[in-house]
């Protein structure tokens, strides 16, 4: 277990400093050979330019990262398989259905032309194909919940309102908002999120480990803490665990989900 924490607290670390050296617009710029979504949103952010950061967030937490095929899909998307322009925030936002109609033109070809494409292990279940559970209405959902406040500043602005400035408040309001954009879960709103805090784009910290709708976490917990602690009592545990090491609730999160698949021997898990 103290292994799989170590190595928690080192991916972490690492999307710290991917954000504290992202400066190269190539970092967001599809087919430039540096294309890399998360750091390319720290770039991004630098630059002010603050929807953009957000969507390219939103974007590769939604694809993942294959264990493989890297940001392909991320990348491919973005940078519209190659076709001309980018669906940069501007151009997506302007007409929420025109994704889904350019996927639904582009299907099946797009998930097989070229190279290799595949969505990342915690998005396994994903798709492009059209329809109300493919990527095109997911994108959707996650547009017309940011245009109902504005903008992404605008929409920290007003959780800021309601809960304070807390970022640990923030954090879970946004988690509970986040409801609204299809195709996220449990696991897909607490990577956005935990993403956004640790590449410094949003103001939120976890509160908790969110153990109690999930699978791995939560069968790690109770083979950590006994199977007689309720799925509340675990989660304080964890918390009081994050607390008493220090480090962040995902922390927690990430090393039970990893550490239950072999805990007698370690294996380094890449995500």
Same mark, same amino acid.
């Given at each position: 277990?103290?292994?799989?924490?170590?190595?928690?607290?080192?991916?972490?670390?690492?999307?710290?400093?991917?954000?504290?050296?992202?400066?190269?617009?190539?970092?967001?710029?599809?087919?430039?050979?540096?294309?890399?979504?998360?750091?390319?949103?720290?770039?991004?952010?630098?630059?002010?330019?603050?929807?953009?950061?957000?969507?390219?967030?939103?974007?590769?937490?939604?694809?993942?990262?294959?264990?493989?095929?890297?940001?392909?899909?991320?990348?491919?998307?973005?940078?519209?398989?190659?076709?001309?322009?980018?669906?940069?925030?501007?151009?997506?936002?302007?007409?929420?259905?025109? %994704?889904?109609?350019?996927?639904?033109?582009?299907?099946?070809?797009?998930?097989?032309?070229?190279?290799?494409?595949?969505?990342?292990?915690?998005?396994?279940?994903?798709?492009?194909?059209?329809?109300?559970?493919?990527?095109?209405? #997911?994108?959707?959902?996650?547009?017309?919940?940011?245009?109902?406040?504005?903008?992404?500043?605008?929409? %920290?602005?007003?959780?800021?309102?309601?809960?304070?400035?807390?970022?640990?408040?923030?954090?879970?309001?946004?988690?509970?908002?986040?409801?609204?954009?299809?195709?996220?879960?449990?696991?897909?709103?607490?990577?956005?999120?935990?993403?956004?805090?640790?590449?410094?784009? #949003?103001?939120?910290?976890?509160?908790?480990?969110?153990?109690?709708?999930?699978?791995?976490?939560?069968?790690?917990?109770?083979?950590?803490?006994?199977?007689?602690?309720?799925? #509340?009592?675990?989660?304080?545990?964890?918390?009081?665990?994050?607390?008493?090491?220090?480090?962040?609730?995902?922390?927690?999160?990430?090393?039970?989900?990893?550490?239950?698949?072999?805990?007698?021997?370690?294996?380094?898990?890449?995500?």
């Amino acid at each position: 277990m103290v292994a799989q924490l170590v190595d928690s607290v080192r991916r972490i670390e690492y999307l710290n400093i991917t954000s504290a050296r992202a400066r190269s617009a190539s970092l967001y710029t599809p087919y430039s050979e540096s294309f890399q979504p998360l750091g390319g949103a720290a770039a991004l952010y630098k630059a002010g330019q603050t929807d953009d950061a957000y969507w390219l967030v939103y974007l590769a937490t939604h694809f993942g990262k294959h264990k493989i095929d890297g940001w392909n899909l991320t990348e491919d998307f973005y940078g519209r398989f190659g076709q001309g322009g980018v669906w940069d925030w501007a151009s997506a936002s302007q007409n929420p259905a025109a %994704i889904s109609n350019w996927l639904q033109a582009n299907y099946p070809h797009v998930t097989s032309a070229g190279r290799s494409r595949r969505f990342g292990n915690h998005r396994k279940f994903e798709t492009l194909k059209p329809g109300p559970k493919g990527t095109g209405h #997911a994108v959707a959902t996650y547009i017309q919940w940011i245009a109902s406040y504005g903008s992404h500043q605008a929409l %920290i602005a007003d959780v800021q309102r309601r809960v304070g400035q807390n970022p640990k408040d923030v954090f879970a309001c946004l988690y509970r908002e986040l409801d609204q954009v299809a195709k996220l879960g449990r696991l897909g709103k607490f990577d956005l999120l935990c993403n956004l805090s640790n590449l410094l784009i #949003a103001p939120i910290l976890p509160d908790i480990a969110y153990i109690a709708q999930s699978t791995g976490p939560k069968a790690g917990a109770r083979l950590l803490f006994g199977n007689a602690l309720s799925v #509340a009592q675990l989660e304080t545990a964890c918390a009081e665990m994050a607390e008493h090491l220090d480090v962040s609730p995902q922390v927690i999160e990430d090393a039970l989900c990893n550490w239950q698949k072999s805990p007698a021997i370690y294996i380094y898990f890449r995500g």
